[in-house]
């Protein structure tokens, strides 16, 4: 199965078969949100609530994966859209609605592997991709 984003084939490269943009953060969530607070008698008070969305993906070529110039610029094209809700599909098959994490850094981070002054389209770069999940869109109204 293939990662993508929307319609963005983010393993579409046939010279790395096998190699896959990483999810980074992947073991960093929890999905109970705790606070906690002391009351006037010294008694500890605990509130905890299970969290709908928030969960951090970020993506990263991390030294396997490389990408061109062009599947860079598409994805700086997308991530130029304010409050874009997106799909995310990962190779797993498991599907969540995300929209840029700008809160974390540059929403797409991309690296070339070698400088250059005018790189060509097919020049290749690491990448990091900077998400971040939300509720899926509404349907709209019916006719």
Known sequence: MALTLD????????????????????????????VQDRSLTGAMIFQEGLKLYGRPITLSSNGGAWFTLAKVRELEAKAAIPAAVMLLTLPTGDQHYVTWNRAAGPAVQAQPLFREVAPAADWLHELTLRLITVAPPSAPPAP
């Open 7 to 34: 319609s963005i084939d983010l393993a579409d490269n046939p010279d790395l078969a096998g190699e896959q943009m990483e999810w980074m953060d992947e073991w960093e969530w929890d999905p109970v949100e705790q």
